[in-house]
């Protein structure tokens, strides 16, 4: 086995391994060494490991064929794998991706046991890599429909190449956490997706045909004490499913736990803001939802309002005060992000046509938490800022995530506190457009973490393949994709068939060739029949599986360059043809007139 932590598991609908959310606290297992020596060892159990995997397979195979009377506890038994250490083969396991043990727990019994084991789960998910998720909401352009889709950046800064099947054309991302999205949809569930395995459960919404209802007025996030899953709802004041003169409000705040069979409600201490959930955003850290709401008390008109999750509490917090603000180039604006697992509040001016842009200096607050007190504390001064603040999370390892324009996803390395940010060393990551719009920005895993354990109070099943794009709205774009399809199929038809019969028209000619007796056009002949030969670029096989749509733009453009490349190599081939022959004609005349003179 090769550890490979990058490795796609989308698409899969493979088994998986036990819900961590209850065993989190490991004690007998210890987590692989990071020492050169660990990892020297770590390379040679791998080997040793795949001999015996090997091994396994041929004496299965050699079983079934010479030992077909035995029992299959006597078979499992005598296999050389059952009699490593159990603790060795977990740590080997614990540095293989989720798409690699959805295999190996076919493979048999012990391996089943092990993979699927709770405290397995729980540590082979805190060794799991990080990826940013770019998710993309459905929307309009020049009036035509485009679906929700997302990115996955991984820890090289690579995007994959593929769509995220258990996201469909109509959902919204409004939450991940350990491996698991939460999506929004527009008919009366929700539903929660394994990212890897594909599994979904799927769950009534607290309130039905609630009258502007919006996938940011939920939440979802991880208890790390009681090792639950949590899901929110900002319930907007409402009678009957309408929405009365403060619509803008919100009184309760609707709670479910994965598992249980019912949501609870919660009453706000007052009536809050809902267009401030909408425009800050919502996170979620060590067991509390964060948010800001308007606060005439305070000096910047915003607090931050908590919620703890265990102890069904609210509190509040105010603002830091030190910053400057002139409003030289607009209102300010605030965000709350998290960064690195703490509550970030994000503070810039705005522009005065656009309230997503950012101008002048972008500073972030972090807030620690302690038991004694609350203190905030400046993390960053970022001067010349990106367009466009992503969230809930914008930063990824060392890096800041960024948005230019309202398409360009790019990177820029935190170098310190303060700092001015150089465009021309900017990392292009992708290009969104014209999908650029309302992008987000979340951390997330793969991961073991099964949802069957949920199942109490909600449906879960594996999505049909691509469910959703069935629908009458999305048939011109599937329409527009299988016509792609048939270009690239008739392409490569074609090609095939300007290879085959150029091949076989040179083959021919070097036949004639020596019948020439003329040297110089000998040599014409057979330099112009060389350019006959139409080489084109190996022809790749098509995936069947869905292309996010920046690599969908990427396909087109291939498509469109190898399209004019077919038709120059084309070109190239017919004119040196029709020179070949035009020369063949010269010879053939010269012949006949040294014929008709000597007769």
């Known amino acids: 086995f090769r550890r490979n932590p990058g490795a796609g598991t989308r698409g899969r609908t493979a088994d998986e391994g036990e819900a961590a959310g209850n065993h989190f606290s490991v004690k007998r297992r210890a987590l692989p060494s990071q020492s050169h020596g660990g990892d020297r060892g770590a390379r040679l159990i791998r080997i040793v490991l795949k001999c015996l995997l090997v091994q396994l397979l041929q004496h299965r195979v050699f079983t079934m064929v010479t030992e077909e009377t035995k029992s299959k506890k006597q078979r499992n038994g005598e296999c050389i794998i059952n009699r490593l250490p159990v603790d060795l083969i977990e740590r080997i396991f614990l540095g293989l991706p989720v798409s690699t043990l959805l295999t190996c727990v076919g493979v048999c019994k012990h391996w089943h046991n092990i993979i699927r084991d709770p405290?397995?789960?729980?540590?082979?998910?805190?060794?799991?890599?990080?990826?940013?998720l770019l998710f993309s909401p459905r929307g309009l352009v020049s009036g035509e429909p485009y679906p929700s889709d997302a990115v996955l950046i991984d820890e090289a800064w690579s995007s994959s190449r593929y769509a995220v099947p258990v996201i469909g054309p109509d959902d919204f991302l409004f939450g991940s956490c350990n491996g698991l999205l939460g999506l929004y949809t527009k008919t009366?569930?929700?539903?929660?997706a394994n990212l890897a395995t594909g599994e979904c459960l799927h769950l009534q919404k607290p309130a039905k045909n609630v009258k502007g209802d919006h996938f940011c007025f939920y939440s979802f996030g991880f208890h790390p004490v009681t090792k639950e899953y949590k899901i929110t709802h900002f319930l907007g004041d409402c009678i009957n499913g309408r929405r009365p003169?403060?619509?803008?409000?919100?009184?309760?705040?609707?709670?479910?736990?994965?598992?249980?069979?019912?949501?609870?409600?919660?009453?706000?201490?007052?009536?809050?803001?809902?267009?401030?959930?909408?425009?800050?955003?919502?996170?979620?850290?060590d067991g509390k939802m964060y948010w800001l709401t308007e606060d005439m008390s305070a000096n910047c008109q915003h607090s931050v309002m908590s919620f703890d999750l265990l102890e069904e509490s609210f509190a509040m917090t105010q603002l830091p005060a030190a910053y400057e603000d002139h409003d030289y180039y607009g209102p300010r604006k605030f965000w709350i992000r998290d960064i690195d697992g703490k509550i970030c509040i994000v503070t810039a001016q705005t522009s005065h046509y656009d309230a997503r842009t950012v101008l002048g200096e972008l500073q972030i607050w972090t807030l620690d938490n302690t038991a004694e007190q609350q203190r905030w504390s400046r993390k960053y001064n970022i001067k010349n800022p990106p367009n466009y603040i992503l969230g809930p999370h914008f930063v990824h390892r060392d890096r800041i995530l960024t948005q230019l324009g309202s398409d360009d996803v790019c990177s820029y390395e935190l170098l310190s506190e303060n700092f001015k940010i150089d465009l021309s060393k900017m990392v292009k990551l992708l290009d969104f457009s014209p999908h650029g719009q309302?992008?987000?920005?979340?951390?997330?895993?793969?991961?073991?973490?099964?949802?069957?354990?949920?199942s109490k109070a909600g449906i879960v099943r594996r999505p049909k393949q691509w469910d959703g794009w069935e629908l009458k709205k999305w048939e011109a774009?599937?329409?527009?994709?299988?016509?792609?399809?048939?270009?690239?199929?008739r392409l490569y038809e074609d090609e095939h068939k300007k290879t085959a019969s150029t091949q076989s028209l040179h083959a021919r000619l070097n036949h004639l060739l020596p019948q020439i007796l003329d040297d110089v056009m000998r040599q014409q002949i057979c330099m112009k029949n060389n350019q006959i030969c139409a080489a084109f670029a190996d022809q790749q096989p098509r995936s069947l599986r869905r292309l996010n749509?920046?690599?969908?733009?990427?396909?087109?453009?291939?498509?469109?360059?190898r399209v004019e490349k077919f038709i120059d190599i084309t070109m190239a081939a017919t004119q040196a043809i029709e020179s070949v022959h035009d020369m063949i004609g010269r010879v053939t005349q010269d012949l006949d007139r040294t014929s008709t003179s000597k007769a």
């Open 549 to 561: 749509w920046v690599e969908q733009k990427r396909d087109e453009e291939t498509l469109f360059a």
């Open 245 to 285: 003169h403060n619509k803008d409000r919100f009184n309760i705040i609707q709670v479910y736990t994965l598992g249980d069979e019912k949501w609870k409600d919660f009453r706000t201490p007052k009536a809050l803001s809902l267009i401030s959930v909408r425009n800050s955003g919502v996170v979620n850290v």
């Open 119 to 132: 405290q397995f789960v729980a540590l082979h998910l805190q060794c799991a890599p990080s990826y940013a």
């Open 188 to 192: 009366s569930m929700i539903k929660i």
């Open 477 to 489: 774009w599937e329409q527009n994709l299988a016509k792609k399809e048939t270009m690239w199929s």
């Open 438 to 454: 309302n992008l987000q920005s979340h951390n997330c895993v793969k991961s073991l973490v099964r949802l069957e354990v949920f």
